[in-house]
């Protein structure tokens, strides 16, 4: 074996088979390897389970084949009895060593196709004195001939002591031909195969032919073509790059070969499911599938919605550095603003589609890695070992200063693919271990919950929302993605999020439909600001904001442990590009015209007549088709408008209407309503709130 990757992965396929398939003893088996790179998680693994792992010389940098030579001569030296050297793309569903029956004879399968030609082969033997012999056609390739002799090195089989004399033949043979592999012309490649010929005929060496059975070629398509008796009991499949992307055997279509793959199948995946070799597989996968990435999950419009959310989160935390633990191929961050940037993956040629010159670092996340935002996609779903899982996901939540993006299972998925492993729920692991932390629901894509694991400021402004407030909210209201970027911005510009339950269903669902609408870059006013998270985020995000409130002006910034969500605030104080109009909408230009008009929980507060009046002037200052996104409380569990501010009562309940009563108002103010409903909150809150989403009649009249 050498070092690449697909090697090491073949390696544990070979040991799968034999161990469950073929019920050899690991304790009896032996992987020779050439490679020169640090030991393997393969390795260490087969070396956990009994396997011996022996390093050998490499045979000659010439001809990477030729190691099997130095293996045979290693192996046979130190094991007694009848002894069998195969490739690792070979998975036996029987003891190969059952077919050594002659202690004096090589076993092995003639070849399937005439590589090298006879022409070749005669040529080879010429030079080196040695005759033709017996030929036979080959099976697979109708008139075509080879000689005796010639056979697939995939499998040699025989008594130890005499392999070991014929591996010191086979040795000089293949010095010999090495040196004259012009011989070989476009065939060089063949060389080990053609020294074993010469080895067996200069010695006059007895060849005991295997069945195809013994070693079925699953790539040749000319399989297909030879009928299920010749080929016989199928004991081995070698299966060279018939492999899936999920580094399991790929189906032939072929009825009598097709049992055997399933078989062989289902070792690899519960070998897998027992120990699941991520260096190795991400190392292989990312070299074989580069645009596959790491599966359904990484690609499409998978990959623009998970790159949709780190950005939304990213903008509203704004980490001064970022960790991304298991990056991959780094197609979920690059060009992303994450502040300084590290990524960290097993796999050495991971981040391949990073093209902004961050850092990778090829080893597991740390007891004492920190940073801003830390990143776990997709990663704890490939550990095997529960422990290990478990470590992982409270290294990462741990590692956190402020928020981390995890992803794991909450129930057992739907796949069998052994690449993936449930162990518990996610949210179950995160409430043991990181009770302190709050966990909002972000994603979930192919059954993969992304869980924002977020860190609350200590102490927390008196008037910040409470988890208690955010555990009310029921589940179908919630829009994770946006609660977590404006939590972040609201701690780190105005202090708080308030605590009031409607809010944590508002905020989140307007931010949401301004996004799906509006352009980056569109102008946006939002009518009774107040002070509120929305505003700084929509700023963050590109849009152009214009706030306008009545209320008493606020204190200065360093007086904020003081601020409230009601009142004036000068958002440009805060370092915001936002102008802020201290005033009622009547103080907003007249010639102002906005893509989009928001007023989150304020209508309510005015008399009948004053939100027909508002609801006039908001029409006036948007641009033709503008949006119009407004909330107002309703008392919970009715369609009564709520008819209180600041403690006092505006007016009767029957002045201040009903729901239905101010969609008309909606209506006849001159917008047509694109939607309209009211969102039952539940818990303890006295009221519900509806929501309406609008847009200027294409007329610019009313009904």
């Not at 990435?293 to 970022?322: M, N």
């Not at 960290?344 to 940073?371: K, Y």
Request: proline content about 7%; some cysteine; glycine content about 8%.
């Amino acid at each position: 074996m050498d070092d690449d990757a697909r090697f090491h992965l073949q390696a544990l396929r070979w040991f799968a088979a034999l161990t469950r398939c073929a019920a050899v003893p690991p304790e009896e088996l032996t992987v020779l390897n050439a490679g020169r790179r640090p030991r393997s998680d393969v390795l260490a693994h087969l070396e956990d389970r009994g396997v011996s792992v022996v390093p050998i010389e490499a045979f000659d940098a010439r001809s990477a084949h030729c190691n099997k030579i130095a293996a045979l001569r290693a192996i046979t030296a130190s094991t007694p009895g009848r002894v069998v050297l195969s490739d690792c793309d070979v998975a036996f569903l029987a003891d190969p060593r059952e077919l050594v029956s002659d202690p004096e004879a090589l076993h092995a399968k003639p070849v399937d196709a005439p590589n090298p030609p006879l022409s070749i082969l005669a040529a080879v033997l010429e030079a080196r004195t040695l005759p033709l012999g017996e030929m036979h056609e080959l099976p697979l390739f109708p008139a075509e001939w080879t000689c005796a002799g010639n056979a697939n090195g995939g499998v040699y089989g025989g008594e130890a002591s005499w392999l070991n004399r014929l591996a010191v033949d086979w040795s000089c043979e293949a010095r010999w031909l090495l040196e004259r592999r012009w011989l070989l012309e476009n065939w060089a490649v063949h060389v080990d195969q053609l020294s074993m010929l010469l080895a067996l005929r200069a010695g006059r060496r007895r060849f005991c032919p295997l069945p195809m059975g013994a070693n079925v070629p699953m790539h040749l398509a000319s399989i297909r073509d030879v009928p299920s008796p010749m080929i016989g009991a199928v004991r081995a499949l070698h299966y060279h790059d018939r492999i899936t992307a999920q580094g399991l055997l790929a189906r032939t279509g072929l009825p009598h070969l097709d049992p055997a793959v399933d078989r062989v199948n289902q070792a690899i995946s519960a070998e897998m499911a027992a120990f699941f070799p991520n260096a190795t597989f991400w190392t292989w996968r990312y070299a074989r599938d580069p645009d596959l990435g790491s599966g359904v999950g990484s690609r499409d419009v998978s990959l623009r919605e998970k790159r949709d959310v780190i950005r939304l989160i990213a903008t509203g935390a704004q980490p001064g550095s970022t960790l991304d633990v298991g990056c991959g191929d780094g197609a979920a961050v690059d060009g992303l603003n994450l502040g300084g940037y590290l990524g960290l993956d097993l796999a050495p040629n991971a981040g391949f589609r990073l093209n902004d010159g961050r850092t990778v670092s090829w080893r597991s996340i740390e007891p004492d890695d920190r940073a801003d935002l830390v990143l776990c996609l997709d990663v704890g779903i490939h550990q095997s070992d529960p422990r290990a899982w478990e470590q992982l996901i409270l290294r990462v939540a741990g590692a956190a200063r402020s928020l981390a993006l995890v992803s794991g299972y909450e129930r057992a998925p739907d796949t069998r693919s052994p690449m993936v492993t449930f162990h518990k729920p996610l949210s179950e692991v995160l409430m043991e271990h990181a009770p302190e932390r709050w966990c909002v629901r972000v994603r979930e894509d192919h059954q993969v919950v992304t869980v924002a694991v977020v860190v609350p400021p200590s102490p927390q402004h008196p008037r910040d929302l409470r988890r208690e407030t955010l555990r009310q909210l029921p589940d179908d209201l919630l829009s994770g993605p946006e609660l977590v970027a404006l939590l972040a911005c609201a701690w780190n510009t105005i202090g708080f999020y308030p605590d009031h339950l409607p809010r944590v269903w508002e905020y989140p669902m307007v931010l949401r439909l301004l996004r799906r609408t509006l352009p980056p870059g569109g102008s946006i006013l939002d009518v009774g600001a107040g002070v509120n998270p929305l505003a700084p985020m929509l700023s963050r995000l590109d849009f152009k904001v214009t706030t306008v409130d009545p209320g008493a002006e606020l204190c200065p910034r360093e007086d904020r442990w003081r601020w409230n969500e009601w009142g004036y605030l000068d958002y440009a104080r805060l370092d915001l590009p936002i102008e802020s109009i201290h005033g009622t909408l009547a103080d907003v230009p007249v010639d102002r015209r906005y893509d989009a008009v928001v007023s989150i929980s304020v209508i309510e507060h005015l008399t009948a007549i004053e939100r027909r009046a508002l609801l006039s002037g908001v029409r006036s200052r948007c641009h033709e088709r503008g949006r119009f996104f407004l909330t107002v409380d309703v008392c919970a569990g009715s369609d009564l408008l709520w008819n209180r501010c600041a403690g006092e009562q505006v007016e009767s309940f029957d002045d201040h209407g009903r729901w239905d009563d101010f969609l008309d108002e909606v209506v006849t103010a001159g917008f047509e309503i694109a939607d309209a409903r009211i969102a039952r909150l539940g818990g303890r809150c006295q009221v519900d709130v509806g929501f309406v989403s609008a847009r200027t009649a294409a007329s610019g009249g009313g009904a």
